[in-house]
């Protein structure tokens, strides 16, 4: 059973368009919301996280929108750039528990292309 | 700081042989995670220390997969027999719980390839 479900797979975007992915889930106790980036032969980075007590964050490009009653996230991406062409994944997280965090559940990623 | 340090990054090994890869955390970390990702299957979690205990090994798919952290800055992730359904490529990431934001830093990745 897939719990944090990403779409789309794949997205191709115009130079300074907008980029959205989103993500659903299922788990109603994941606390926590990070959406990571991946550029070829590197390991994920972190982008931008958020809680479910906030309906929105940004940090400079980048925003991710939260719908905690429809139970699903997006990540917006402003005036996309090639350099913002990478694979994305979006994650959710239980409460901390046994004495350290749980591992993140990603979701399956989404490859985006911004073409010049 | 290098950041999470994994070896080797490729590997190239033929059914049937055991593997071994490493992961060094970054200094002052006390939780490591061994994540594996495939195309079919994206990133999926096989097991995560903290202080240098399992908590959670359930992602572990089969009795073939071991994993070991003798001391805070060293883990191994061992695969005994290998099948060519093992080739993925294989990360390991570090934390440290009780910080606000709780992020996961990953390693480059060791690309397995059973042939």
């Known amino acids: 059973q897939q719990q944090v479900k990403q779409s789309p797979q794949s997205l191709i975007v115009q130079k300074g368009g907008i980029s959205i992915i989103n993500c659903a889930y299922e788990n109603t106790a994941f606390d926590y919301f990070p959406w990571y980036q991946q550029f070829p032969g590197k390991g994920p980075a972190l982008l931008i996280a958020?809680?479910?007590?906030?309906s929105e964050k940004k940090e400079g490009r980048f925003t991710i929108s939260f719908n905690k009653s429809a139970k699903q996230f997006s990540l917006h991406i402003m005036d996309s750039q090639p350099g913002d062409s990478a694979t994305y994944f979006c994650a959710a997280r239980n409460p901390p528990g046994r004495g350290g965090a749980d591992g993140l559940t990603f979701g399956k990623g989404t490859h985006l292309i911004i073409q010049p | 700081d290098a950041g999470v340090i994994q070896s080797p990054r490729h590997e190239v090994t033929e059914m049937g042989q055991e593997v071994t890869l490493r992961c060094k955390p970054i200094?002052?970390?006390?939780?490591l995670f061994w994540y594996r990702q495939t195309m079919m299957r994206g990133l999926e979690l096989l097991i995560y220390?903290?202080?240098?205990?399992?908590?959670?090994d359930s992602g572990m798919p089969e009795d073939r997969f071991s994993a070991k952290m003798p001391n805070a800055s060293f883990s191994t992730l061992k695969i005994q027999p290998s099948e060519p359904r093992d080739s993925a490529v294989y990360f390991c990431?570090?934390?440290?719980?009780?910080?606000?934001?709780?992020?996961?830093?990953f390693g480059s990745g060791t690309q397995l390839s059973v042939l």
């Open positions: 990431a570090s934390s440290l719980v009780g910080d606000s934001n709780e992020k996961l830093f």
């Open positions: 958020i809680r479910p007590d906030v």
């Open positions: 200094s002052g970390h006390n939780s």
């Open positions: 220390f903290n202080n240098n205990v399992p908590i959670d």
